[in-house]
């Protein structure tokens, strides 16, 4: 099997991990890409499963119509392998004789030679009917934005007259930001190492430690990585430590600390005692490795927010982050598999688990003390109407104004568009306990 039938062999079985699996795209890369040696088969492949993730309602509704009969569950990994094919020629643009006979390969690859035909066939004909048939996506809602009705449904109702343009901004891609660790170097600095290495960059014009690459990269290989000159996290993220008030000697809580990217912005940004805490070992590990290399130090703890009483010492936080697990509906853009595995029942679950843990975290913070309440979620169900539950039972909870700039007024707290300035969805309301 030639390279490029290899490539797609190993993306054909990675999709179908996303798509019938249940596996994450983010995880799914990890674990397929360094199978590859050469960069540019690693870039490859990623490039190929975001796409053919992003479009998989679409491109999969093609394949299905140009099919004479389903093909057998048995045969996910073809079906798969066929999806990616019109989505590399559809989207990546890519040269169709290359595309069908290294995905011909593959199958042959795969172990599967019966589908040899099938593939070559059918990729061939959405090439000569790609015309018509997108004619006939763009006639479907679902197929035409790639979204589920559900999320579309939600979007509709919640935000009315910006829905078109969230769904629009989900199937972008999203740019690649980075956050300088002013505890290392500054932003300037910064700029000028990336751009003697010939990468292009700009300075964020609204986040004073945010820099935004022209395109994607391997930003293991950026110059200052290894130093821990910067980390990976997008602007709407980012703002998300202004809104903690923070100075020296407060004691701090992150309530959902992993992989720790807020945990560190904390950290740079003051001489805190934070502790990050989080209920999954192996992603708390993630927080000390991603606090080590960037040079600040974190308590971190093994527990359950909902449980304090297993992991809190007694002592009150002066500030409390809760960055609630939520539908991520925020970051599709960047997490395309969020349309296929997010479903409309998971967000009662979702809302009453974040109220849970505004309840039981509320009692640990100090009087005069601030908690910011954040998700990456777009759904006010998730968000205004969580902190407006949570107040009802709680009246010494004030909200404190949070600045226009964060988003559209909604309830408590403000809400960011995914796509507006280029950032994520996400949502921010600050709550204060009186002295």
Request: charged share 25%.
């Amino acid at each position: 099997m030639n390279a490029g039938a290899a490539l797609r062999a190993e993306a054909a079985r990675a999709l179908a991990r996303i798509v019938f699996d249940g596996v994450s795209l983010r995880a799914t890369i990890a674990g397929s890409a360094p199978r590859f040696d050469d960069s540019r088969d690693r870039a490859l492949l990623s490039a190929t499963l975001i796409v053919a993730t992003r479009w998989w309602l679409r491109l999969d509704a093609a394949v299905a119509s140009l099919l004479e009969k389903p093909l057998p569950a048995k045969a996910a990994v073809i079906r798969a392998l066929l999806v990616l094919g019109c989505a590399q020629i559809a989207m990546l643009k890519m040269p169709v004789y290359a595309v069908v006979a290294s995905c011909v390969d593959a199958a042959r690859g795969l172990g599967l030679s019966r589908y040899s035909g099938l593939v070559n066939a059918l990729l061939r004909r959405f090439v000569r009917e790609q015309a018509a048939l997108e004619a006939e996506l763009d006639a479907d809602e679902i197929t035409r934005t790639a979204h589920p009705r559900w999320l579309i449904d939600a979007l509709r109702r919640d935000w009315p007259n910006d829905a078109d343009a969230m769904i629009d901004a989900n199937n972008q891609e999203a740019p690649l930001t980075l956050r300088v660790n002013r505890r290392r170097t500054d932003r300037a600095e910064l700029l000028d190492a990336l751009l003697a290495h010939g990468i292009a960059a700009d300075p964020h014009p609204a986040l004073a430690d945010a820099i935004v690459l022209e395109r994607s990269t391997d930003v293991t290989a950026l110059p200052g990585y290894a130093q821990g000159l910067f980390s990976v996290q997008d602007g709407a993220a980012q703002r998300v430590a202004q809104l903690l008030d923070l100075a020296a000697g407060q004691r701090v809580l992150d309530a959902c600390a992993a992989p720790g990217g807020k945990a560190a912005h904390i950290l740079e940004c003051a001489d805190v005692a934070l502790t990050a805490l989080d209920r999954d070992d192996v992603r708390l590990a993630r927080v000390r490795e991603n606090t080590e290399r960037l040079g600040v130090h974190a308590g971190l703890r093994h527990g359950d927010a909902l449980v304090p009483g297993t992991w809190w010492d007694g002592r009150p936080f002066d500030r409390i982050l809760i960055d609630a697990p939520c539908s991520a509906t925020g970051i599709i853009r960047r997490q395309p598999d969020i349309k296929l595995h997010r479903r409309a029942a998971d967000i009662g679950p979702l809302a009453a688990t974040q109220e849970r843990m505004l309840s039981a975290l509320w009692p640990l913070l100090a009087p005069g003390g601030r908690l910011v309440y954040a998700t990456c979620s777009v759904l006010r169900a998730e968000n205004e109407a969580v902190v407006a539950g949570f107040r009802g039972g709680a009246a010494e909870a004030s909200a404190a104004a949070v600045p226009t700039a964060f988003g559209r007024a909604a309830g408590a707290g403000r809400q960011h568009l995914p796509g507006a300035g280029g950032m994520d969805g996400f949502y921010y309301a600050v709550l204060e306990k009186p002295r």
